[in-house]
């Protein structure tokens, strides 16, 4: 199971890089205002990164605690 955890986290993670990497490069050619989307981007970042934070905790205490033989 934590191959498989593993491995739909990093999926996520190279679509948010793929989806931020479009979003920018339309910037750059001004097809989109970049003014408001980067404060967006960058609140999106925080956000993911304090809940990714909180689940690798629970993970990490929580769960490894309950799964470790005794």
Known sequence: ?????KKVVSYILIA????????AVLGVWEIIDLSNV?????????????ASAVVLFIFAV?????????
Do not use: C, H, R, Y
């Open 62 to 70: 929580l769960i490894k605690e309950n799964g470790a033989p005794k």
């Open 16 to 23: 948010l890089v793929l989806l931020f990497t479009v979003i």
């Open 1 to 5: 199971m934590d191959k498989s955890v």
């Open 38 to 50: 980067i404060q967006k981007i960058m609140s999106s970042l925080l956000i993911i990164f304090a």
